[in-house]
């Protein structure tokens, strides 16, 4: 099982960024899909997910109506469209695979390595 993020990157403020998350390994399918982030010195923490069942979108408050997550799943792929970007969205990105969407890191059954988003002037 194996779970590839790419798109991470330096972004002004205000700046957009689009992550991608290619699995491979396992029947995607049966998967919710998701992404948490973590800032330096600070916990893990949810940002989005997309259910498995029916496509159903949550997100953070934090990200609400500034980040939208999609998947492609001929593809194994999902995605995480960021735009005004503020310097607290600075973090290491994580996508996260689990039967269900969860909120809770621990829960999370596979996850990948990780990509890191800056967000500077």
């Known amino acids: 099982v194996q779970l590839v993020e790419f798109g991470g990157g330096l972004v002004q403020p205000g700046g957009s960024l689009r992550l991608s998350c290619e699995a491979s390994?396992?029947?995607?399918?049966?998967?919710?899909r998701g992404w948490f982030r973590q800032a330096p010195g600070k916990e893990r923490e949810w940002v989005s997910c997309?259910?498995?069942?029916?496509?159903?979108?949550y997100y953070a408050d934090s990200v609400k109506g500034r980040f939208t997550i999609s998947k492609d799943n001929a593809k194994n792929t999902v995605y995480l469209q960021m735009s005004a970007l503020k310097s607290d969205d600075t973090a290491i990105y994580y996508c996260?695979?689990?039967?269900?969407?969860?909120?809770?890191?621990?829960?999370?059954?596979?996850w990948g390595q990780g990509t890191e988003v800056t967000v500077s002037s």
């Open positions: 390994g396992f029947t995607w399918d049966v998967y919710s």
């Open positions: 997309i259910s498995n069942s029916d496509d159903t979108t």
């Open positions: 996260a695979a689990d039967p269900y969407c969860t909120e809770i890191p621990d829960r999370v059954n596979y």
